[in-house]
């Protein structure tokens, strides 16, 4: 997330609000991306699922998005995409204690 590395190192107040409005964004439509007991959608447009191999992208992204910014909402959003489809193999978030 290059704006949030920027506010890190900068402290700029733009930066910061941009970071702040990402977050936001993705907050109101986190779930419209999670296929209930399948795989995440691709994008909110096609409807289309997700590759495989994004899926545990998407969880990924939302545990890094609670640990950034200490909002609980992302890493149950999280958990929930995780419990969609856990089949697939999370061994790429381990560090992040996927189950």
Request: hydrophobic letters at 30%; charged letters at 25%; aromatic letters at 16%.
């Given at each position: ?47 289309d699922?997700?590759?495989e ?45 996927c189950?």
């Amino acid at each position: 997330m290059g704006s949030f590395e920027y506010w890190l190192i900068t402290g700029d107040e733009h930066a910061k609000r941009l970071v702040q409005a990402y977050m936001t964004t993705i907050e109101k439509h986190a779930m419209d991306w999670r296929n209930e007991g399948e795989l995440s959608y691709y994008d909110l447009t096609s409807g289309d699922p997700a590759p495989e191999h994004y899926h545990p992208l998407h969880v990924f992204q939302f545990r890094q998005l609670a640990k950034y910014s200490g909002e609980e909402y992302f890493a149950q959003v999280a958990h929930e995409y995780l419990q969609d489809r856990p089949d697939l193999d999370y061994a790429r978030c381990n560090d992040l204690r996927c189950s």
